[in-house]
């Protein structure tokens, strides 16, 4: 076969999911899901830093971001059950979709009105309403994509396309939003971000209905429907890999999450101004972001999820390494120039390969729960040990100063990524279901 033929023939796949809408509505679903994201975490956290909190509070008030782990609970009722009226209307995952939505919003619009000085226990509730409706969001979202998912270019494809939306999300939720908090204030910044979550109201009341909606039975729901037979089908379905499956998924990303919480207070503590942070995340940032999903997309094709999930593990951690070199030469704009770039490349990686991973162990019949449970794993291990992150660097800080105790802290949270690398290796060469190559 002539090599420009081979060429086409391999590309079709690829230009015929482009063709279909789901490619490009996971921007804004991306967009959507990842706005709320780190205005319960790291932005919270730099608010708090910045009204005078200790970095020990700053970081333990993030745990309210543990509700994101905690979505396994309330997904089965979201894969099952329908909402009256909305479920007619937009059907079963864009109308949770839309109610999650507006959750969101009305959540950032109490933070911006009730303030860190307003009440700090009403405020953290504030957050965690945004935390809880952000989380059903990303699983009726992630119900939606894996239902859309038809073809190995789908796979690929979506969730690098979910992954542009969110890394755009959060450059503006990370980034861009320290601009208008360093003129208006803080309030503000979080009003104009509750107005961009219309992009992904528009996105769901023109999405498509999955052809799974017509599947959900209306006949009463029991715990065993709702709990016990997603479970019995997860590890029929996997057999003995399905427990080697958990905990790799539990240790995946924990030195990424680890480093959350003392990423941007580091960037503060070494004299770097919001705006020079915002200026250089979006564009070092973003740029690399954008590499690094089209590199984890790319993998992702041509050598398979499973090998791709590895790869993943595998760089993930050195962005670690960078921040360890920046807090030693702090307050270089190159160095954390540098930082940003291997982060994002390696970050953009390791996600795309880690939701294209999880995405082909759901069974489509409880395609949400299924989805939900992973990440959830993930998500409550990673959150629930970050929150000590700035306790570590605070206990360290005595003894080493400030800025060795910040490096001691990174390359530690780089070490802990060599389990998930053991994990995936062994993981490779076991029998999977033959949906995991």
Same mark, same amino acid.
């Given at each position: 076969?002539?090599? &420009? ?5 391999? &590309? ?18 991306? %967009?959507?899901?990842?706005? *709320? ?11 708090? !830093? ?18 994101? #782990? ?13 909402? *009256? ?7 079963? !995952? ?48 992630? #119900? ?31 980034? &861009?939003?320290?601009? *208008? ?56 379905t996997h057999g003995k890999a399905a427990v080697l499956i958990l905990v790799t998924v539990g240790l995946y990303r924990l030195p990424d999450y680890l480093i959350g919480p003392v990423a941007l207070p580091l960037y503060n503590d070494t004299g770097i101004s919001n705006t020079e942070i915002a200026a250089m995340r979006s564009t070092v940032g973003l740029a690399a972001s954008f590499v690094g999903i089209a590199i984890g997309g790319a993998l992702i094709l041509g050598i398979g999820v499973t090998r791709s999930f590895w790869i993943g593990a595998l760089v993930g951690p050195l962005s670690n390494i960078c921040f360890a070199v920046m807090a ?7 160095? %954390? ?26 069974? !489509? ?21 970050? #929150? ?6 605070? #206990?360290?800080?005595?003894? &080493? ?37």
């Amino acid at each position: 076969m002539p090599p &420009l033929t081979a060429a086409r023939t391999r &590309l079709k796949p690829v230009l015929d999911a482009l063709r279909h809408p789901a490619a490009w509505l996971m921007l804004a679903f991306g %967009f959507s899901a990842g706005l *709320p994201f780190l205005l319960t975490g790291t932005t919270l956290g730099l608010w708090l !830093r910045q009204d005078g909190q200790s970095l020990t509070i700053a970081s333990f008030v993030q745990w309210v971001s543990l509700i994101y #782990g905690l979505k396994f609970l309330w997904a089965p009722v979201m894969d099952k059950v329908r909402l *009256p009226v909305l479920h007619g209307l937009l059907g079963q !995952r864009q109308s949770y979709m839309l109610l999650a939505q507006l959750g969101v919003i009305a959540g950032l619009c109490l933070m911006a009105f009730i303030g860190p000085n307003g009440g700090l226990g009403w405020f953290i509730t504030s957050a965690a309403l945004v935390a809880f409706s952000s989380a059903s969001q990303n699983a009726a979202i992630d #119900g939606w994509r894996i239902e859309q998912t038809r073809t190995e270019a789908d796979e690929a494809l979506n969730p690098a396309f979910y992954a542009f939306g969110y890394k755009i999300a959060v450059l503006i939720s990370g980034s &861009l939003i320290l601009i *208008p908090a360093e003129h208006w204030g803080w309030p503000v910044a979080f009003l104009l971000l509750a107005a961009t979550m219309i992009v992904g109201i528009v996105a769901t009341l023109i999405a498509p209905r999955p052809a799974e909606d017509g599947m959900i039975r209306t006949e009463r729901k029991t715990i065993k429907s709702l709990y016990v037979e997603p479970l019995k089908s997860f590890f029929g379905t996997h057999g003995k890999a399905a427990v080697l499956i958990l905990v790799t998924v539990g240790l995946y990303r924990l030195p990424d999450y680890l480093i959350g919480p003392v990423a941007l207070p580091l960037y503060n503590d070494t004299g770097i101004s919001n705006t020079e942070i915002a200026a250089m995340r979006s564009t070092v940032g973003l740029a690399a972001s954008f590499v690094g999903i089209a590199i984890g997309g790319a993998l992702i094709l041509g050598i398979g999820v499973t090998r791709s999930f590895w790869i993943g593990a595998l760089v993930g951690p050195l962005s670690n390494i960078c921040f360890a070199v920046m807090a030693t030469y702090p307050g270089n704009l190159n160095v %954390f120039g540098a930082t940003l770039f291997v982060d994002n490349i390696a970050n953009g990686v390791a996600e795309a390969a880690f939701v294209a991973f999880l995405t082909r162990l759901c069974v !489509r019949e409880f395609s949400l729960t299924h989805y939900a449970l992973l990440y959830s794993i993930a998500d409550f291990s990673g959150k629930l040990l970050k #929150g000590f992150a700035g306790q570590i660097v605070d #206990g360290l800080t005595p003894d &080493l100063g400030l800025f060795a105790a910040y490096k001691a802290f990174f390359i530690g949270t780089a070490i802990m990524g060599i389990p998930a690398m053991l994990c995936c290796l062994i993981l490779s060469r076991q029998s999977l279901d033959k949906s995991v190559p």
